[in-house]
């Protein structure tokens, strides 16, 4: 199945591992619950990255606003 909107990528995200990057180079790794129309993201067993991909931090389940978010990757 082709992905051509940002919100198929989404759905289509649902229940998986996410790579997050937000502003200030803050990196979250977690499994995609539910998002909104403005990708907020809920995501569980959530996990803060150093840049060497090592854990620095588990948080557990969050909440992600969207207008803090660059990038997300599959």
Do not use: C, W, Y
């Not at 809920?42 to 803090?68: C, M, P, W, Y």
């Amino acid at each position: 199945m082709t992905e051509t909107k940002p919100f198929d990528f989404l759905n289509n995200s649902i229940n998986k591992n996410v790579l997050i990057l937000m502003k200030g180079n803050l990196r979250i790794r977690g499994k995609l619950k539910a998002f909104d129309v403005h990708m907020n993201l809920v995501l569980e067993e959530a996990e803060k990255l150093n840049e060497d991909d090592s854990v620095a931090q588990k948080f557990g389940k969050v909440i992600i606003r969207g207008d803090t978010i660059i990038l997300v990757s599959p």
